[in-house]
């Protein structure tokens, strides 16, 4: 027996249940997503409570960076 025959040995492979094998990937990738946004929205908010949310003034942000920080501008439009 050779190494590749190793590689795909297994109860799967006896059983013939491949579209089994497929569900089983499938729900793994669903549970490793969910577990991704979750986490993703628990860091979101413990950031939110640390730094008080949004740190940017609106008007800040249409005049942009340079010209609300600095007081310079790049190009007079």
Request: hydrophobic share 45%; no cysteine; glycine share 12%.
């Amino acid at each position: 027996m050779d190494n590749k025959d190793l590689l795909w040995d297994g109860p799967l492979k006896e059983s013939g249940d491949r579209i089994g094998q497929l569900f089983v990937q499938f729900e793994s990738v669903l549970v490793v997503g969910l577990f991704t946004l979750i986490g993703t929205v628990v860091v979101y908010y413990i950031a939110v409570a640390i730094t008080g949310g949004r740190r940017v003034i609106e008007d800040e942000e249409v005049a942009g960076l340079d010209e609300s920080v600095h007081g310079e501008y790049g190009f007079n439009l």
